[in-house]
């Protein structure tokens, strides 16, 4: 079993930043990604940005330029991601949720618990 622990999330004022952070622990072999999603009440839940295991990421249209997204490499067998958000806006007002995918047994894909990020105008 892989167990994500997200933290940071908060309530800051337009133009604000905020640092995201991601725990994945627990069965695992290999990670192939680790990357962070958002979702508003009512929408569909979407990518913002994501980091592969050779260091790889892409990013939302409407964050690049703002987010950065970095990762650890595993440190007694926990991987760490973060989410570095800059210049944030009210439309980046959303719960945000960590992803990691990878191998274990097996192939896995596992979420957090979600944080709530704030911005206000």
């Known amino acids: 079993q892989v167990q994500l622990v997200e933290s940071g999330g908060g309530l800051v004022q337009a133009g604000g930043s905020l640092r995201l952070s991601c725990a994945a622990s627990?069965?695992?072999?290999?990670?192939?990604?680790m990357g962070w999603y958002r979702q508003d009440p009512g929408k569909q839940r979407e990518l913002v940005a994501v980091?592969?295991?050779?260091?790889?990421?892409?990013?939302?249209d409407s964050v690049k330029g703002r987010f950065t997204i970095s990762r650890d490499n595993a440190k007694n067998t926990v991987y760490l991601v973060y989410l570095q958000m800059n210049s944030l806006k009210p439309e980046d007002t959303a719960v945000y949720y960590c992803?990691?995918?990878?191998?274990?047994?097996?192939?896995?894909?596992?979420w957090g618990q979600g944080t709530q990020v704030t911005v206000s105008s």
């Open positions: 992803n990691a995918n990878g191998r274990n047994y097996g192939y896995f894909t596992s």
């Open positions: 627990g069965s695992i072999s290999r990670i192939n990604a």
């Open positions: 980091v592969t295991s050779d260091g790889n990421t892409n990013y939302a």
